[in-house]
């Protein structure tokens, strides 16, 4: 079991200023932290919906990369969005979940189906071109630089602890001027 | 044109062809289709766009993800429009709700009325989830058309024009299935 952060952190020494980054939730409130940039797509607008808006970027995009951070209540309001997206096959799509198995912004309720739902499995099923799951750091750190340089579309499962309370500024991450300057962000580059 | 009589005691209506739609469609700048099938545009509408190569179309699971992805193609500058059915509109609120309204973005759907009534203004079907799908949009606000008969296809372009000149979603209500042709 892996710490969300270090994994963020990690993940963040491989991503560039060119990149689109969706985070969701709790991994938002990190990410924003640990790697500010206008091109944070943080606005979603309903839960679950990260990786949709992420596809219709990438669509539109095709010459960056996208990279969702999903969480995997999140995922579960919208697993079609697999199926979706693997028909598609977007080469420029990642998709990470974090699987801490509650919801964490909602009061750290468990997901249904924790420790017993593969959501690599599913994305494998689903037919993502390439599929990870990790629980080791180490691991983890030695192989996300590889994994964003291949073709995707990329599903990158992490096992990761529980984080528990957090300030969550949601201005932050729903306010107009974030979503002003990611518009502006992307309209320049 | 066949000119169709509601079964129900409606007025008299021209049909509506599918192909001056996806005309209207594609000049209004449409990049992309993204679609759950409807039974009311069908065979006029989804069947032609999938024979076709432009606008692309996206097939989805369900008619929220396609929210999201029109959000997020509008972001890149791409112009798409949200093909589904009434009961997907009404799974989709509050994906509309948020993303559409909150956010102020320019979603086009178009959205079959399923059971309505030729000839019958939606308001005064005697379906339950037909009669209440205006008073919904205006409960929140948002902007709609109704495309029952042929001359009403030519409120699409500008309606489409709109929502991104103001970015606000639409919706364009389909009153009758759509001939082929």
């Given at each position: 079991m892996m710490k969300r952060d270090a994994c963020l952190k990690s993940l963040s020494r491989h991503v560039t200023d060119d990149d689109i980054v969706l985070p969701v939730y709790s991994t938002a409130f990190d990410w924003l932290d640990i790697r500010p940039s206008p091109?944070?797509?943080?606005?979603?607008?309903?839960?679950?919906?990260a990786s949709s808006h992420g596809l219709g970027l990438a669509l539109g995009r095709p010459d960056k990369r996208v990279i969702v951070l999903d969480g995997d209540g999140s995922l579960l309001m919208n697993i079609g969005t697999l199926v979706t997206t693997a028909a598609l096959a977007p080469k420029n799509f990642f998709h990470f979940v974090s699987e801490n198995g509650t919801y964490e912004a909602n009061g750290g309720h468990p997901t249904p189906?924790?420790?017993?739902?593969?959501f690599a499995g599913m994305a494998r099923s689903a037919g993502y071109r390439n599929v990870y799951e990790f629980s080791d750091l180490k691991i983890f750190e030695q192989q996300v630089g590889a994994i964003l340089a291949e073709e995707g579309p990329v599903f990158v499962a992490l096992k990761v602890e529980p984080t528990g309370p957090q300030k969550r500024d949601y201005e932050r991450i729903h306010g107009p001027g974030v979503r002003q300057a990611f518009k502006d962000a992307l309209k320049a580059g | 044109m066949e000119v169709r009589a509601s079964a129900v005691d409606g007025r008299p209506v021209a049909g509506i062809s599918g192909e001056s739609i996806i005309q209207q469609i594609k000049a209004s700048g449409i990049e992309f289709v993204v679609s759950v099938p409807d039974i009311t545009t069908s065979e006029g509408l989804l069947r032609p766009l999938a024979a076709g190569t432009a606008p692309k179309l996206v097939r989805i699971c369900k008619e929220d993800e396609g929210v999201a992805i029109c959000a997020g193609l509008a972001h890149t500058q791409k112009r798409s429009l949200l093909l589904i059915q009434q009961t997907g509109l009404l799974d989709s609120i509050n994906a509309i709700r948020g993303v559409a309204v909150e956010y102020s973005l320019p979603i086009c759907m178009m959205v079959g009325l399923l059971e309505k009534e030729v000839g019958i203004r939606p308001r005064q079907s005697k379906r339950y989830g037909v009669r209440i799908v205006e008073p919904i949009l205006d409960a929140m606000g948002i902007a709609y058309e109704e495309?029952?008969?042929?001359?009403?296809?030519?409120?699409i372009g500008p309606a489409i024009d709109r929502a991104y000149a103001q970015s606000k979603p639409i919706v364009m209500l389909i009153g009758q299935r759509p001939t082929a042709s």
């Open positions: 091109l944070n797509y943080t606005a979603h607008g309903a839960m679950g919906l189906g924790r420790g017993v739902v593969s | 495309i029952e008969e042929q001359s009403d296809v030519a409120k």
